[in-house]
C-alpha cells in the first residue's frame, strides 16, 4: 500500500494568513495527487487534481504543487469559509487510492 | 448534472454482510474514463478508500479490506453495488459514493451525500 502522511495535523490560523498543508507519499505517486476540503456534516469537496490543476470553481487563493512523494496545498489568504479539514489523496497505485489522515484548520 | 446517491441499510447486526446501492445520474458508467466508487468515513475520523469501479469493469479495491468487498455495476439501471461481509462495530461510518474520470487524474469530482451505517446488535 502507498501510505499518505499529511502535516501538520491541526493547524490554527487567522483571516488573512498564508497557509501551507504538506502531503508525503511513502513511494513515488509522480503527480496523481488530489486535494480535498471537508466541512462538518458534509462530504468533501474536490479543490486540486494531478497535483497543481485547479477544480473548476474553486478559488484561485488555493494552489497545489509537487511530485514524486512530497505535495504541498497553499491557501493564499485564508477566508472565513476556508476553516475545515483538508484531505490529500493518491490516485496513482492500482491497489488502491489512499487518503491521508487529514488536516484541521481551525481559526486563530 | 451530475448526481450520486446511496442507499441502503442504516443498521446491520455483526457478522451480517452490508449491501450498499449508488444510483447515479449525468453520466453514463459505460462512457472511456470514468469511474465509481466508494469510500467511507467513520465518525469523527479519517477518509477510507474501498473500492471502485472502471467504465471497463476493471474494479480495484482497499487491499486492507479486499477479501470482504465486491463492487459490480449494473450500467442499464445506473447503479453501482457494494457488498461488505463480516460486519463488525469498527465498521461504523458515513459511506459515501464517488465518481471520478481519467482526465481529471482519477481524482473524486462528484460526491453523494453519505449514508450513515451503524453496526450494532
Known amino acids: 500500500d502507498i501510505q499518505m502522511t499529511q502535516s501538520p495535523s491541526s493547524l490554527s490560523a487567522s483571516v488573512g494568513d498564508r497557509v501551507t498543508i504538506t502531503c508525503r507519499a511513502s513511494?513515488?505517486?509522480?503527480?496523481?495527487l488530489n486535494w480535498y476540503q471537508q466541512k462538518p456534516g458534509k462530504a468533501p469537496k474536490l479543490l486540486i487534481y494531478a497535483a497543481s490543476s485547479l477544480q473548476s470553481g474553486v478559488p484561485s487563493r488555493f494552489s497545489g504543487s509537487g511530485s514524486g512523494t512530497d505535495f504541498t496545498l497553499t491557501i493564499s489568504s485564508l477566508q472565513p469559509e476556508d476553516f475545515a479539514t483538508y484531505y490529500c489523496q493518491q490516485s496513482y497505485s492500482t491497489l488502491g487510492y489512499t487518503f491521508g489522515q487529514g488536516t484541521k484548520l481551525e481559526i486563530k | 448534472q451530475i448526481t450520486l446517491k446511496e442507499s441502503g441499510p442504516t443498521l446491520v447486526k455483526p457478522t451480517q454482510t452490508l449491501t450498499l446501492t449508488c444510483t447515479f445520474s449525468?453520466?453514463?458508467?459505460?462512457?472511456?474514463?470514468?469511474?465509481v466508487g466508494w469510500i467511507r468515513q467513520p465518525p469523527g475520523k479519517a477518509l477510507e478508500w474501498l473500492a471502485l469501479?472502471?467504465?471497463?469493469?476493471?474494479?480495484r479495491y482497499s487491499p486492507s479490506l479486499k477479501s470482504r468487498l465486491t463492487i459490480t455495476k449494473d450500467t442499464s439501471k445506473n447503479q453501482v453495488v457494494l457488498t461488505m461481509t463480516n460486519m463488525d462495530p469498527v465498521d461504523t461510518a458515513t459511506y459515501y459514493c464517488?465518481?471520478?474520470?481519467?482526465?481529471?487524474?482519477?481524482?473524486?469530482?462528484?460526491w453523494g451525500q453519505g449514508t450513515l451505517v451503524t453496526v450494532s446488535s
Open positions: 469501479i472502471y467504465w471497463d469493469d476493471d474494479k
Open positions: 464517488a465518481h471520478g474520470t481519467s482526465s481529471s487524474s482519477h481524482a473524486v469530482d462528484y
Open positions: 449525468g453520466f453514463s458508467l459505460s462512457t472511456s474514463g470514468v469511474g
Open positions: 513511494q513515488s505517486i509522480s503527480s496523481y
